[in-house]
């Protein structure tokens, strides 16, 4: 039986038509577009040329699909025209798997953002009046319909494999992320996996110790479970992703998987360049959870243990003598805070060599 356009629109993802004739559960990818992600297959057959004898078998099999996975991709968008379309053509060049439906909310854009969207085959959210990043996410997570919700910020982008990539590795898990590596600058520098081995997750310490290393635009995570801890804290303006994949945490283990499948963009006016912000956030965070049995003295003390070496590098930058003193003996004057900042060093360090060994690698633009 056909699909409807209402249909169509309602639930494919973007850039995906469904044939009819082509099969149950197969759809074949629309094209691509000059933004398509690096590896992505752009490109459809005309309607009349469709199965004509003489057509490359293998051409057509690589336009096809695999079938749906109940998973609902969430986009909040704001004012960024140039890269939501990147980043749907992106969902549409997966592989291997299929999401069930694409949401974008449109945050207060007036730019046409919400029309672009729909071209693209989402569902889209649109907004009189821009409310926010986090308000954007909970308005995205309360309307999807799948099981499992993934992420991906409007600036951001998606290997081929990647939703492939974190169903496969989903197992016993309530979150996974894949490795993203950045772009945008002249650094390239892995987040997620610090080796390339996978890391099991099993308490929400290890989200602000070393450090956060689930890229919201690499994670996947059940919707029931997040929706069950209260889902995104409406109160954080930053941070609002880490506090809810820590809530989630409470409820069972993550994965954070060592595949480099997610491209995480960085330019000027990014949120989480604010520092400010991000430490008083940070500070909100920490006394939110001052009294889970996972939040220890040792979690608080290694927590500021980061704060201080960072603030010790930048001072001795700087040439601030007195500042680098201070902060170099307040680290090596508690034993928690010396340790933690040993296993920091070698946390960064493993992240330096893998990020070195992706630093030349083809699929990620510059």
Known sequence: ??????????????????????????????????????????????????????????????????????????????????????????VAAQEGVRPLE????????????????????????????????????ADALDAARGEWVAFLDDDDEWMPCHLATVWARRGGHV??????????????????????RPE?????????????????SAVLVRREVLLSCGGFDRNLDYLEDVDAWMRALEHGSGLLAPEVTCLYRHHEGQVSRRRTEMQEATAYVMDKYRHRSWFSERTRQAVAAVGAWDDFQAARASRDWPEVARLG??????????????????????????????????????
């Open 1 to 90: 039986m056909g699909v409807t356009a209402a249909e169509r629109q309602g639930g494919s993802a973007p850039g995906l038509q469904w044939d009819a004739g082509a099969g149950p559960g197969v759809v074949v990818a629309a094209p691509a577009g000059p933004g398509a992600a690096p590896g992505g297959r752009g490109g459809q057959l005309p309607d009349g040329d469709r199965g004509r004898p003489g057509d490359d078998q293998q051409d057509q099999a690589d336009l096809r699909v695999a079938p749906q996975v109940p998973v609902s991709v969430l986009v909040p968008s704001f004012r960024r025209k140039h890269y939501l379309e990147r980043a749907l053509a992106s």
């Open 102 to 137: 694409v949401i974008v909310v449109d945050d207060g854009s007036g730019d046409g953002t919400a029309e672009l969207a729909r071209v693209a085959g989402a569902r889209v959210i649109e907004k009189e009046r821009n409310e926010g990043l986090c308000q954007a996410r």
């Open 175 to 196: 979150i996974v992320a894949t490795t993203s590596i950045s772009f945008g600058g002249s650094m390239r520098r892995v987040h997620g996996a610090a080796t390339g």
């Open 200 to 216: 099991v997750v099993r308490s929400p310490a290890r989200l602000m110790f070393p450090e956060n290393s689930f890229t919201t």
């Open 329 to 366: 003996g307040w680290l090596v004057a508690d034993p928690v805070r010396l340790a933690s900042l040993g296993r920091l060093l070698k946390f960064r360090r493993d992240v330096r060599s893998r990020s070195r060994e992706f630093a030349g690698m083809a699929a990620v633009p510059t």
